[in-house]
């Protein structure tokens, strides 16, 4: 389908965390609106600072479940996690022959258990509604593929592009280990002790993260950074760039990226999955010692990489085959579970919105908790010293006490204080 001067809906469960997959919409509603596209996007909740991002960009962005869109009005509707606003379910069911419709093409981001959202979890919708079913690597088509009844016949690999400013940073002339960068919002014990270790060796190592600088990767960040630790869609930020990629998070990982791993990383949607646990040691050591190599692999297939990941090259070939699929009416009951469904969802991202709003306060009550409990761990390991000591200094008094030489010094004493009372009882009758 034509980009240029299409009219676009991005559909997303919310647009207030810097996640994956808002990012995922951001940078799609960024370049099809940068190609000619009129782009409007529809989410179950919106909030600070992920929101604003999508301002900054001129990009509308509604909440309202009840908010009217035109069903005819539109070329493409991208669904991601299958959220949908009611009105356009509701001219689903009053459909006619002569309606105009748009393509919907449906995108599935992972394929993990307890992001149930991924997973194409109304049945039939998108087996009556897409025109093209998208998967982020094989890993996630392989899982998903099960829970539809058929599987849709046009299907492909949506493997987190990067927007092609990526690919337009100039190489680092680098030649040793200096800046490191971790993208994370679940960074593992072994990675923090790893970036103790890497500054120990004089190498400035920065987190970008929910538990280090919140907010984008953009090109900006990576431009004078010499190697990267992630998972997910950064990695094709850094390999489009041109840096080294270590990959490894929470599901372990894999370190850096060579031939040997890279397609084993990519299947899994370079989420660590299927690779191996490492220590701190091992990190640290291994990104110092492994940079050459890493620098030299990625550099050499940059082109390559340009080709596989980059925005403006994998979207034109994911949509050049896509049309507006013949759609049948819904029937209407169906079309009450449907709605039924996005109410639910709808309710969800609302509160974990909510919930994500309380998540600065919490961190800073449990940040001044702790502390808290530092001075009281302090203070009762200064009672418990002062305790040690003064039975210390009691056990010694009473040593010194039933000592011969004491006890000795006691009775030759007792002389000269008995004629100092009696001098003084003698003084107090005169």
């Given at each position: 389908m034509r980009i240029s001067g299409a009219k676009v809906l991005i559909t997303h469960t919310q647009t207030q965390s810097i996640m994956g997959s808002t990012v995922v919409a951001l940078e799609l509603a960024t370049y099809l609106k940068e190609m000619g596209a009129s782009v409007e996007v529809y989410a179950g909740a919106v909030g600070h600072p992920g929101n604003d991002l999508f301002i900054e960009r001129g990009i509308p962005v509604e909440c309202d479940i009840n908010h009217w869109y035109s069903l005819g009005d539109y070329d493409l509707i991208w669904v991601q996690s299958e959220v949908l606003p009611l009105s356009i379910i509701d001219q689903l069911v009053d459909l006619s022959d002569d309606d105009k419709v748009p393509a919907f093409v449906f995108n599935h981001m992972t394929a993990l258990d307890f992001a149930a959202d991924e997973h194409p979890y109304i049945y039939l919708l998108e087996e009556r509604l897409a025109a093209k079913v998208l998967f982020v690597s094989a890993e996630s088509f392989d899982k998903l593929t099960p829970f539809y009844r058929r599987v849709p016949v046009h299907t492909a690999i949506f493997p987190n592009p990067a927007p092609p400013a990526f690919g337009r940073l100039p190489e680092r002339s680098h030649e040793r280990l200096t800046k490191v960068l971790v993208v994370s919002n679940h960074v593992p014990p072994e990675v923090w002790e790893a970036c103790r270790l890497l500054r120990e060796r004089n190498i400035d190592v920065k987190v970008f993260g929910e538990q280090g600088e919140y907010s984008l990767v953009t090109p900006e960040v990576l431009a004078d950074v010499d190697a990267v630790v992630t998972i997910g869609k950064t990695v094709q930020y850094c390999l489009t760039a041109g840096i080294p990629v270590y990959v490894y998070d929470h599901f372990g990982g894999f370190g850096y990226l060579n031939e040997g791993n890279l397609e084993t990383a990519a299947r899994n949607n370079y989420s660590g999955r299927g690779g191996s646990r490492f220590t701190a040691e091992n990190i640290a050591e291994s990104m110092v010692a492994g940079y050459a190599s890493a620098k030299s692999f990625?550099?050499?297939?940059?082109?390559?990489?340009?080709?596989?990941?980059?925005?403006?090259?994998?979207?034109?070939?994911?949509?050049?085959?896509?049309?507006?699929?013949?759609?049948?009416?819904?029937?209407?009951?169906?079309?009450l579970s449907v709605k039924s469904a996005m109410r639910f969802v709808h309710r969800y991202y609302e509160v974990w919105?909510?919930?994500?709003?309380?998540?600065?306060?919490?961190?800073?009550?449990?940040?001044?908790?702790?502390?808290?409990?530092?001075?009281?761990?302090?203070?009762?390991?200064?009672?418990?010293?002062?305790?040690?000591?003064?039975?210390?200094?009691?056990?010694?008094?009473?040593?010194?006490?039933?000592?011969?030489?004491?006890k000795i010094g006691k009775a030759l004493m007792l002389v000269p204080h008995m004629v100092k009372d009696l001098a003084g009882r003698i003084r107090f009758h005169r």
């Open positions: 990625v550099g050499r297939n940059r082109d390559r990489f340009i080709d596989r990941y980059a925005l403006d090259k994998v979207l034109p070939s994911v949509l050049s085959d896509v049309e507006p699929k013949r759609l049948t009416a819904l029937e209407r009951p169906y079309a919105a909510s919930m994500n709003e309380l998540v600065p306060d919490r961190n800073r009550l449990r940040a001044e908790l702790d502390a808290e409990r530092d001075v009281s761990a302090d203070l009762s390991r200064r009672l418990a010293e002062d305790e040690v000591t003064v039975s210390r200094l009691s056990s010694r008094l009473h040593d010194i006490e039933e000592s011969e030489s004491f």
